[in-house]
């Protein structure tokens, strides 16, 4: 059973530029959690998303950064027009249900030159 | 909303010494507690988790951690560090559904030989 998976591990990008991060949960999640990891600090939940529905987007700017969990496919998220505070790792949880351990992917290491 | 802290950003213990991490967090109810783990470049890997019942919890690699409602705690513990125990050692709290997981800085662990 693979864990859950995230690509691609290292993205760089010129300002300006749009970014979008894949995460691929484990086999029998439904639910998505996006956390961002900025150098010497803890991780910060940035949105929970479950199939087609974003259940709580409270940790996500208000601009330039959206998220999506299509029927089909991996969860999204999508940064436009990166500035250089966008360098990051984000890393991506996947959780059978809503109560249950959340499992972590490697992470994608974003920088913005 | 819960959060977490996790006083110490750094330690240092000899190889084959024990290992106490402390954890404090805040939450009006009776949270949901984890540790996990973090190597250099990479993700975080669960160590253990307290849900409800036996309030000292095992994990894996020898760790333990013991919930103390009336101190707020969640210190996590091994009897004797190994040097590959050296890594990033996250606390982090969840609330009734575990959708909004909240972690701590983190405690950086160094091991002498």
Redesign the interface.
């Known amino acids: 059973n693979a864990g859950?998976m995230?690509n691609p591990r290292h993205l760089v990008r010129r300002r300006g530029q749009e970014a979008r991060l894949r995460c691929s949960p484990m086999k029998g999640h439904s639910h998505v959690?996006w956390?961002r990891q900025l150098p010497e600090?803890?991780?910060?939940?940035m949105v929970?998303l479950q199939k087609e529905n974003i259940?709580?987007e409270?940790g996500m700017p208000k601009e330039r950064f959206s998220a999506e969990f299509p029927k089909e496919g991996p969860s999204i998220l999508r940064i436009q027009q990166v500035v250089r505070g966008d360098s990051a790792a984000y890393?991506c949880?996947s959780?059978p249900n809503?109560?249950?351990?959340?499992?972590?992917?490697?992470?994608t290491r974003l920088t913005v030159l | 909303a819960q959060s977490v802290t996790q006083p110490d950003i750094h330690i240092t213990v000899s190889e084959g010494a024990s290992l106490e991490l402390r954890c404090n967090y805040s939450y009006g109810a009776t949270p949901y507690l984890f540790w996990y783990v973090q190597s250099p470049g990479q993700g975080l890997q669960l160590l253990l988790k307290y849900f409800s019942g036996d309030t000292l919890v095992q994990g894996i690699k020898g760790f333990e951690a013991e919930f103390k409602r009336s101190q707020s705690s969640f210190n996590l513990r091994k009897p004797s560090v190994h040097w590959s125990d050296a890594a990033e050692y996250f606390c982090a709290v969840g609330a009734d559904n575990n959708n909004d997981m909240r972690f701590g800085a983190g405690t950086r662990l160094t091991v002498k030989p």
């Open positions: 859950v995230q959690y956390y600090e803890g991780l910060k939940f929970y259940i709580d409270s890393f949880a959780s809503g109560a249950d351990t959340q499992y972590f992917g490697p992470g």
